[in-house]
């Protein structure tokens, strides 16, 4: 492409919209227009989550502020060993607590009881 001819396609007086444009931009302009409102977040539900998470954190942070003006050098004691075999009950323990949260939550958001 020469620069003449990009020239000349760019040197055309009227540029036409397709036919039926301003009519379909109007609809949709409507369309949203008439739309409900969208859905508010329910922060009076969430506030109990997010007030346990902040005291949770607030926790842990004393903990560890404790534990080094106490002068502990690790928050584990290395005297405490398990039996054997018992690696794997916590494991499962723990799948189980976070597995249980996510079905509870996939059953009440599907509609399920």
Same mark, same amino acid.
């Given at each position: 492409? +020469?620069?003449? %001819?990009?020239?000349?396609?760019?040197?055309? %007086?009227?540029?036409?919209?397709?036919?039926?444009?301003?009519?379909?931009?109007? +609809? /949709?302009?409507?369309?949203?227009?008439?739309?409900?409102? /969208?859905?508010?977040?329910?922060?009076?539900?969430?506030?109990?989550?997010?007030?346990? !998470?902040?005291?949770?954190?607030?926790?842990?942070?004393?903990?560890?502020?404790?534990?080094?003006?106490?002068? !502990? %050098?690790?928050? @584990?004691?290395?005297?405490?060993?398990?039996?054997?075999?018992? +690696? @794997?009950?916590?494991?499962?323990?723990? /799948?189980?607590?976070?597995?249980?949260?996510?079905? !509870?939550?996939?059953?009440?958001?599907?509609?399920?009881?």
């Amino acid at each position: 492409m +020469e620069h003449d %001819d990009l020239d000349r396609f760019l040197s055309d %007086d009227e540029i036409v919209p397709s036919s039926g444009f301003a009519a379909r931009v109007m +609809e /949709a302009v409507r369309a949203e227009a008439s739309a409900p409102p /969208a859905i508010p977040f329910p922060w009076l539900r969430a506030l109990p989550g997010i007030a346990a !998470v902040a005291v949770a954190f607030f926790a842990i942070v004393a903990g560890f502020v404790a534990l080094g003006r106490s002068g !502990v %050098d690790t928050p @584990v004691s290395t005297s405490l060993t398990l039996p054997p075999g018992t +690696e @794997v009950t916590w494991l499962i323990v723990v /799948a189980l607590l976070c597995t249980v949260p996510v079905v !509870v939550s996939l059953r009440i958001t599907r509609g399920h009881s």
